[in-house]
């Protein structure tokens, strides 16, 4: 169900020398790229383009830094951002940097507007497997972040869910969604019949149950059925501008206050998932930390790259409203490691 690439992309953990590193000023910001990711036709304007001047304008591209855990679907991913951001994103594989590096590009040199955690083999709860991620969750509090498949796990995991075996794993087959409406569903259609049909490969799953209050579920298979790829028309799918009827778009603020005291998820959402329904997203509620179970970036998935473009807006609108609020300085919160820089976005 791979979409088959014939150019593989560099990573800047293929790199040892700092030097193949650059930092370039963009306007009020700082944009960091290795040149060797960036294709030639988009190497001059990447360069040249100026960053924010005005705090009621929205970024004319995005810098992502996607984080590889060692999974064929990175590039499948990659492909998308590159699209969407306007720019490439910046590949770093989970082992590549150290916390000080992390640190260092991020706070220092300020230069990622949002970050993409990869799908991966293995479980969060093994650190060969995971590398860097639950740091950058459980410390990055104040950057958009998108957890994909093990990137979902991960982040259910370091807020104290518990990662456990699912009824039965599913290998490339098609799942029918159910959402909320947050955001990051945004013009997506939801439920049975819908279109929003999406790939899963996993064996492992977010226990509903067991998620913490600040954790809430946004999406779920609407059935325990799955469907065959290879059985699945064209007229099946639904063209990413379908536009839905979603009603009023739920923020993280708005969630934030609905689910401030008490639990998580609703008795409705809790006697669904009990009836075999599988989690498919969670959201932080005060963090901008999004993951997915399924993978949007898959050619087979419906909407995925709808969902790729709103969490772009979400990171533009997260950086709009930072600038327009009295928070003027993007701050580092960490738990050991030196790593003490309050940098002016």
């Given at each position: 169900m791979n979409l088959l690439v014939s150019k593989p992309f560099i990573r800047v953990g293929d790199f040892t020398k700092k030097e193949n590193i650059q930092v370039f000023n963009h306007g009020s910001r700082k944009a960091f790229i290795s040149g060797h990711l960036v294709p030639g036709h988009l190497e001059g304007s990447f360069m040249g383009r100026k960053r924010l001047e005005e705090p009621s304008r929205k970024l004319e591209f995005v810098r992502t830094l996607l984080i590889d855990n060692y999974d064929s679907y990175t590039y499948n991913i990659y492909q998308e951002l590159s699209v969407i951001n306007g720019l490439p994103p910046v590949v770093v594989q989970n082992d590549a940097w150290t916390w000080k590096d992390i640190c260092h590009y991020l706070y220092e040199e300020n230069a990622f507007d949002n970050i993409v955690i990869s799908p991966g083999p293995g479980s969060p709860t093994c650190p060969e497997d995971i590398g860097i991620c639950l740091r950058l969750l459980l410390e990055c509090r104040d950057i958009p972040i998108l957890g994909v498949c093990l990137g979902h796990q991960a982040l259910g995991y370091v807020h104290g869910a518990r990662v456990v075996h699912a009824s039965e794993p599913v290998h490339g087959r098609l799942s029918e969604i159910e959402h909320r409406g947050c955001r990051l569903f945004h013009d997506i259609p939801s439920g049975r019949n819908?279109?929003?049909?999406?790939?899963?490969?996993?064996?492992?799953?977010?226990?509903?149950?067991?998620?913490?209050?600040?954790?809430?579920?946004?999406?779920?298979?609407?059935?325990?059925?799955?469907?065959?790829?290879?059985?699945?028309?064209?007229?099946?799918?639904?063209?990413?501008?379908?536009?839905?009827?979603?009603?009023?778009?739920?923020?993280?603020?708005?969630?934030?206050?609905?689910?401030?005291?008490?639990?998580?998820?609703?008795?409705?959402?809790?006697?669904?998932?009990?009836?075999?329904?599988?989690?498919?997203?969670i959201m932080h509620s005060t963090r901008p930390h999004y993951g997915l179970q399924f993978h949007p970036e898959s050619v087979a998935t419906c909407h995925g790259r709808q969902i790729f473009k709103n969490f772009r807006e979400i990171t533009e609108d997260y950086w709009l409203r930072m600038r327009s609020s009295s928070i003027s300085e993007r701050k580092v919160h960490y738990t050991g490691a030196p790593c003490k820089s309050t940098v002016q976005i």
């Open positions: 819908s279109g929003f049909k999406v790939v899963r490969y996993h064996s492992l799953v977010v226990d509903a149950e067991s998620l913490p209050k600040e954790l809430i579920p946004i999406a779920w298979t609407s059935s325990s059925d799955t469907l065959s790829f290879l059985g699945t028309q064209k007229s099946d799918v639904i063209p990413n501008g379908y536009e839905s009827q979603l009603g009023q778009q739920i923020s993280i603020e708005s969630f934030s206050r609905k689910f401030k005291s008490g639990n998580s998820f609703s008795l409705s959402d809790s006697e669904g998932l009990r009836s075999g329904k599988v989690l498919m997203g």
